[in-house]
């Protein structure tokens, strides 16, 4: 953010102004007044106490800062920004994400399952501002929180604001899956992905995930399916949203990935294990370069006066200046 001005030749003719009306009042000054001392001959002419000399000064400084002001504001006052703004569209990616309660394990380098998956959608985002990211929770159902957009913000605020267990406890991968085929269906971009992350077979909803994912290569999408998390007994603890009960404990960790495989199969997609928080983080990166797209971009420049608080500041230090004078009846001030 910078500050510009639309006639900057009138800011140097305020100051220029300024100086030389001081110096032709002190001129005048000096040649029509007379010291007279009030004290014996000899004595020294009369000055005000020292603290209403330096109440003076800064009263005098206040209504230089305000008539210095009118100027600015004469000037064109701008605030100056500059905004990139893409010239192409990039891929529209729609990420389905399991909040099922088994997403809580603590099994990525002290983390569960689900914060690392949030983190990674929004480092992706932030890597990607040309694409367009939309967001899928599964639970027992699947819920669209966020058709595929650009606006970063309303994401990551979506991603802040959604919890494990949200949806309840069962895993409808198919529902999920159909949400994020039904939202690019009309989509014109150069390319489309659905990246499915979940820990789970399908045991909800009443469509199977096979045949949701066999929908995708006919809209021209591709599909990648990350089987998050260990095997074995995986420790446990979230907040469940709906009671605001701490649940904690062992969870044991199975699930058949042969599954997860048949639905990349039937999507023409391709599978991810990712059993460790480095495996995960690979897998996005994976996604990244395989999807990746030509972005052009241009930058353009945004500017917002704001002579009107350069004004109303002037009035405000004049008019003090005034009425302090008028008060004091012109004396000394």
């Given at each position: 953010m910078n500050i510009g001005f639309e006639y900057p030749f009138l800011i140097f003719?305020?100051?220029?102004?300024?100086?030389?009306?001081?110096?032709?009042?002190?001129?005048?000054?000096?040649?029509?007044?007379?010291s007279v001392p009030l004290g014996p001959p000899g004595g020294v002419p009369f000055k005000p106490p020292r603290k209403l000399a330096w109440f003076i000064i800064l009263l005098k400084t206040a209504e230089y800062i305000g008539i210095f002001l009118l100027f600015i504001a004469a000037a064109g006052p701008l605030l100056i920004s500059t905004e990139r703004v893409w010239l192409n569209r990039g891929a529209d990616i729609i990420f389905v994400v399991d909040v099922s309660p088994s997403m809580a394990a603590l099994d990525m380098e002290n983390q569960n399952r689900f914060n690392t998956a949030r983190d990674l959608v929004r480092t992706f985002a932030v890597n990607r501002p040309s694409d367009a990211i939309g967001l899928v929770a599964v639970g027992e159902d699947a819920a669209l929180l966020l058709p595929p957009t650009v606006d970063r913000e309303s994401l990551f605020s979506q991603l802040e604001t959604l919890h494990i267990g949200a949806l309840g406890d069962g895993t409808a991968l198919g529902m999920?899956?159909?949400?994020?085929?039904?939202?690019?269906?009309?989509?014109?971009?150069?390319?489309?992905?659905?990246?499915?992350?979940?820990?789970?077979?399908?045991?909800?909803g009443a469509l199977h995930p096979e045949t949701a994912a066999a929908l995708l290569p006919e809209l021209g999408s591709s599909l990648w399916v990350i089987g998050v998390g260990s095997g074995g007994e995986v420790p446990i603890d979230y907040m469940d949203?709906?009671?605001?009960?701490?649940?904690?404990?062992?969870?044991?960790?199975?699930?058949?990935?042969?599954?997860?495989?048949?639905?990349?199969?039937?999507?023409?997609?391709?599978?991810?294990?990712?059993?460790?928080?480095?495996?995960?983080?690979?897998?996005?990166?994976?996604?990244?370069?395989?999807?990746?797209?030509?972005?052009?971009?241009?930058?353009?420049?945004r500017t917002k006066g704001f002579q009107e608080l350069c004004i109303i500041a002037a009035l405000v230090l004049l008019g003090m200046v005034k009425g302090i004078r008028r008060y004091n009846g012109g004396a000394w001030v």
């Open positions: 003719g305020g100051c220029m102004a300024l100086i030389l009306g001081r110096c032709i009042s002190r001129f005048l000054r000096d040649i029509d007044t007379v999920g899956l159909a949400i994020a085929a039904l939202h690019l269906k009309n989509s014109a971009a150069p390319r489309k992905a659905v990246v499915l992350i979940t820990d789970g077979e399908n045991n909800a949203p709906l009671t605001r009960i701490r649940r904690t404990g062992t969870f044991d960790s199975r699930f058949n990935p042969e599954t997860l495989k048949a639905i990349a199969r039937k999507g023409e997609g391709t599978y991810i294990p990712a059993p460790s928080a480095e495996a995960f983080a690979q897998a996005f990166s994976r996604i990244h370069e395989e999807e990746m797209t030509i972005g052009r971009s241009g930058t353009i420049l």
